[in-house]
């Protein structure tokens, strides 16, 4: 028989898979496409415009693919003319081809509304390879875009284009970005951390026109605002393609309508992926696709029991150091429904479950979204969860141990094989374990090479790794250490290691060197590498600003409202007067709306517009106040208690050792935040043993602390050494923050560093070997005489003035 298939995507391509998979030669296969190209992975486009794929790396099916499997492939020849009576259709070129049984799998076109001006060249949709290539042409010579949608695909374009240089502004409808996926304070927490990494927002914004005489110039707001634009991407949604079903007459509404076996009105005629209706449903997401594409192969197989029936599925955002999550509903609505919230807006984390009952119907994760996954098995299973309820919230292993499980697993042996682990890429159970039992896979990486099961978004790498162990047992082999990033296959230690030892002084040398695929770097190595090279090559290496978060770039915490908040050093919490007079003087003179006293033992003035910090700045320096650094991956305090000087029980000067110690420290770039404290004796009211170091001061001298951490995770400190002097305690700190410097990776924290080194491996470097110490301490001190400058006096002075320069908007 004839099959032919309407369409070379995603949705389409998986289901001939599928068919060819379960019967083999039952149909001569005909594919038409309208894309010069092979199937590839359309949902990846955003990484090729963000520079982190190549359209080579996105293939799905190479073409000798399709001729392996006796597929006739038509590409760049759209399907014009659909006959359900003679059974033919007919292409572009005038090419007509009979069928016995046809697959529409057109998929959907770009919502776009009447606005003036759409097509001004200069405005391009955010669909196709063709898209991609416009928008990263126009990153090469414009330098500002503006992106029409704050949806899921928005988002990523306009990621992308910034990620390609261009000044990027986002203009919205809705009052929150991403409304269908997300909910108010995961959409208010996404808008603070796109402004942070330099993307404009425009939210509550209707677009009246775009403007421009010959070419696109701006995009115009019903509000009066005109936002400034040599390229503009349209992004506000998608439509199921119905042009060629409802020119053959078959049944449509908003889709092609289908029934449960994934047929449309006319029994020949199936129909898989966005151009479909199912129930009243569309789709706009993967995953169901997979399903549809699984059934529509099995009735064409012959299987005539095989029903679709759609599933939770979940939404995540390709934004690179980006985590959002959501799966099911977004709020309660319902009586029997209610919701369990956590929200932690300092650290950028939110997670919400929305419960009937004691069942999940609905979860919503930023910035902490490794137990997605497990929430979406709970849902598909309608597991009652009455007896971890007021633990679920937590996550898989705080909810677990209410049931006795000290370290809880994936109970991926109880997964059914057809059950989809990887809604990328539509990767079952089943195919996972064929596929490592097939071809004796033992790594994570093998199993993504071979399934491409959680290379894509890599929210199932959990499942995916328990897969690998329950599959391989005591055969796996020890895994290779997880690469820095996309852009290459080395770990941190390995990158570290080639920078000494190959003399490597520059970040484009070292990605020449290391062999970079992406030769630019990515979000992710940037940052990395700019601390790698300032650590191994102090006063050598400039460091560049390009490659800081936006905090470290502007030096002071961006808050949620897009203001930030100026944090002075209080050298070990003590203050003048004069200083207090300082801070309130400069508080009143540029309406800091909110000054408030830290857990940190200093005083953080809150609410400051970008524009104003240098003049606040000046204001301070000229107390004698310096940054505090509280925006870094630096030093941040040394909190101390009065000690021997006011408190009866002191059996030190705590505070005097705290400020010599802050001292010595200020400044220092480390792989995170560091924080220390000193107490004045074993009552420990500065809380040094859930410091990064603390000094718990004792009447024989001073006890040392280490890989203390007081957040989400508390972690109290390992006692490292007890020492006589000030000037030993001073030696140790040094050499343990160097030690941390040198072989931390970045953004690990002294204490999952000191648990994965262990405290034996630090006593034997810091403790047992004196000379080591004293070496480490030595390239401490001379690592500081770089660092301890006052970047607020520098930035009050005029350097850098382009960061704190206001967006300009007209109207």
Not at 480 to 503: F, N, Y
Not at 774 to 780: A, G, M, T
Request: proline residues 4%; hydrophobic residues 40%.
């Amino acid at each position: 028989m004839n099959l032919v298939v309407v369409g070379n995507g995603m949705a389409g391509m998986r289901a001939v898979e599928e068919l060819v998979a379960l019967a083999p030669g039952r149909y001569r296969i005909t594919v038409f496409g309208a894309e010069p190209y092979t199937n590839y992975n359309r949902i990846a486009l955003s990484s090729v415009l963000a520079g982190d794929k190549s359209l080579d790396d996105i293939v799905i099916n190479t073409r000798a693919w399709y001729e392996d499997n006796g597929i006739e492939l038509i590409t760049g020849d759209a399907v014009t003319k659909l006959d359900p009576t003679a059974k033919t259709v007919t292409a572009a070129s005038g090419r007509t081809i009979s069928y016995d049984k046809l697959l529409l799998a057109v998929g959907s076109k770009p919502i776009a509304p009447p606005i003036p001006g759409l097509h001004l060249p200069g405005v391009r949709a955010f669909r196709d390879v063709a898209d991609v290539e416009a928008m990263i042409d126009a990153a090469g010579h414009e330098q500002r875009a503006v992106v029409i949608g704050g949806g899921l695909l928005g988002l990523e374009a306009a990621w992308g284009l910034k990620r390609r240089g261009m000044s990027v502004a986002v203009v919205h409808l809705m009052p929150t970005l991403m409304e269908r996926q997300v909910d108010a304070p995961a959409g208010q927490l996404l808008q603070r951390d796109l402004d942070s990494r330099g993307i404009a927002f425009f939210t509550n914004g209707q677009t009246e026109e775009i403007y421009g005489a010959d070419r696109v110039e701006g995009v115009r707001l019903a509000d009066g605002r005109d936002v400034p634009a040599d390229f503009v991407v349209l992004a506000i949604g998608i439509r199921p393609n119905i042009d060629l079903a409802k020119q053959a007459g078959l049944d449509i509404n908003r889709g092609v309508v289908v029934g449960d076996d994934m047929r449309t009105s006319d029994p020949s005629i199936y129909a898989v992926g966005e151009c479909i209706e199912h129930n009243g449903q569309t789709f706009g997401l993967v995953a169901p696709l997979w399903e549809q594409a699984k059934i529509c192969a099995a009735r064409l197989a012959g299987d005539e029991a095989a029903a679709y029936v759609p599933q939770p599925v979940f939404t995540s955002l390709k934004i690179t150091g980006i985590d959002v999550f959501s799966v099911g509903a977004l709020t309660a609505a319902d009586t029997d429904d209610d919701e369990i919230t956590l929200h932690d807006a300092k650290r950028g984390k939110y997670k919400k479950l929305v419960m009937r009952g004691d069942r999940v119907i609905g979860a919503v994760l930023y910035g902490d979204v490794a137990d997605g996954t497990w929430y979406v098995q709970l849902m598909r299973q309608g597991k009652d969860v009455g007896d971890i309820r007021d633990r679920l919230i937590f996550g898989r292993t705080f909810a677990e141990q209410a049931l006795g499980r000290n370290e809880p697993e994936m109970d991926v042996a109880a997964m059914p094989d057809g059950e989809q682990v990887c809604g990328c890429n539509g990767v079952t159970k089943g195919k996972i374990c064929n596929t490592i039992a097939a071809k004796g896979l033992t790594t994570l990486d093998d199993v993504r090479a071979h399934t491409k099961a959680s290379a894509s978004c890599g929210q199932c790498t959990p499942i995916v790794r328990a897969i690998l162990a329950q599959a391989v047992g005591g055969a796996q082999s020890a895994e290779k250490p997880p690469a820095m990033c996309g852009c290459t296959a080395l770990g941190h230690d390995a990158v570290r290691a080639a920078i000494v030892a190959r003399g490597l002084k520059t970040q484009a040398d070292a990605r020449r060197a290391l062999g970079w695929t992406n030769p630019d770097g990515c979000q992710k190595c940037r940052p990395a590498l700019n601390y790698y090279l300032l650590c191994a090559w102090p006063g050598e290496y400039r460091d560049d600003a390009r490659s800081r978060f936006v905090n470290e770039r502007v030096h002071a915490n961006i808050q949620k409202d897009g203001t930030y908040s100026v944090v002075p050093r209080m050298w070990g919490g003590i203050t003048t007067p004069d200083e207090l007079r300082a801070i309130a003087d400069t508080a009143d003179k540029h309406g800091i709306p909110t000054v408030k006293v830290t857990g940190g033992q200093r005083i953080d003035m809150l609410g400051a517009r970008k524009d104003q910090l240098p003049a606040i700045w000046a204001d301070l320096n000229k107390a004698g106040l310096v940054s505090g650094h509280a925006y870094g991956k630096a030093l941040r305090t040394v909190k101390t208690c009065v000690g021997s000087e006011w408190c009866r029980f002191g059996t030190q000067d705590s505070t005097g050792l705290g400020i010599k110690i802050e001292k010595m420290c200020w400044g220092c770039y480390t792989p995170h935040k560091v924080k220390l404290a000193v107490s004045g004796c074993p009552r420990n009211c500065a809380e040094a043993t859930i410091k990064d170091l603390g000094v718990v001061c004792v009447e024989a001298g001073y006890d040392i602390m280490v890989g203390g951490n007081g957040g989400v995770t508390v972690r109290v400190t390992d006692k490292l050494v007890r020492v006589a002097t000030e000037a030993e305690v001073l030696e140790y700190v040094g050499a343990f923050l160097q030690l941390y410097r040198e072989e931390a990776h970045y953004l690990e924290r002294t204490a999952p560093w000191v648990e994965r080194r262990g405290l034996d491996y630090l006593k034997r470097l810091l403790v047992d070997d004196a000379e080591n110490r004293r070496r480490l301490y030595e390239r401490f001190l001379y690592s500081q005489q770089f660092w301890q400058n006052d970047p607020w006096a520098e930035r009050a002075a005029g350097t850098d003035a382009h960061e704190y320069a206001a967006l300009e908007t007209v109207g």
